[in-house]
């Protein structure tokens, strides 16, 4: 079985452009995160989404980023205008659902290059 | 949420096992302690996960401290493929405040010699 999707792999964009984010996450799970990773650092929570709805997304930027889980399954994540700080891997991650006992599966990442 | 406290950086020899290290003194009794790595330039991977007794599974071992404010992922014999970022996290079940959760915090930079 195919895990989490991530497209694009790699993206280089100039500042104030859009760029948008694609996730397929694994068939039947419930939860999916964004995250976002800076050089060196551990990765921070975007956005989480219980089937279709948003339900922790209070460290999404919401002046810039927006992000859609259509019929809770795949996923995008958005950002418009992108600034020279957004450049960052963005990870998409699932689980089957939000329980202590499941493990989460993650995508390989999309690389962003503002500049 | 309840925070999970590792050391920055361990080395180790390759084949010689290695002790990784989670101090979680806040957890509640609904937390899983979980475990990922992240190698380079790839997207973080679940190792294992327990709750309260340790766990064995084919890529590591997890010994849970008896009050479950510490535990320790365990690579019975490290190769250089293991080299990656360890990650210990807590997450929650239903009525805990780690619910539905994943939080990363900045992790144990493994260095595996040749």
């Known amino acids: 079985e195919a895990g989490v999707v991530q497209s694009p792999r790699y993206k280089i964009i100039e500042k104030k452009q859009p760029v948008a984010f694609w996730c397929n996450p694994i068939?039947?799970?419930?939860?999916l995160y964004w995250y976002r990773q800076n050089l060196g650092q551990g990765p921070e929570l975007l956005i989480r989404?219980?089937?279709?709805?948003?339900?922790?997304d209070s460290q999404l930027p919401k002046d810039r980023f927006s992000a859609e889980r259509l019929k809770g399954v795949d996923s995008t994540l958005k950002i418009q205008p992108a600034e020279l700080g957004d450049s960052a891997v963005y990870l998409c991650?699932?689980?089957?659902?939000?329980?202590?006992?499941?493990?989460?599966?993650f995508g390989q990442g999309t690389r962003l290059t503002v500049v | 949420d309840a925070k999970t406290t590792q050391p920055n950086s361990m080395e180790s020899n390759e084949e010689e096992p290695v002790h990784l290290p989670c101090n979680h003194s806040?957890?509640?009794?609904?937390?899983?302690i979980h475990w990922y790595r992240q190698l380079p330039s790839q997207g973080p991977e679940y190792v294992i996960h327990?709750?309260?007794s340790n766990v064995n599974n084919r890529m590591a071992s997890l010994a849970i401290a008896e009050d479950r404010k510490s535990s320790t992922l365990i690579l019975h014999r490290a190769t250089l493929r293991d080299a990656a970022v360890y990650y210990c996290?807590?997450?929650?079940?239903?009525?805990?405040?780690?619910?539905?959760?994943?939080?990363f915090g900045q992790g144990t930079i493994l260095t595996v010699h040749p």
């Open positions: 991650a699932s689980s089957l659902d939000r329980q202590g006992r499941t493990e989460a599966f």
């Open positions: 068939s039947g799970h419930n939860t």
């Open positions: 989404y219980e089937n279709e709805e948003a339900v922790d």
């Open positions: 806040t957890i509640s009794g609904t937390d899983y």
């Open positions: 327990g709750l309260t």
């Open positions: 996290i807590l997450r929650g079940s239903a009525g805990g405040t780690s619910y539905g959760k994943l939080t």
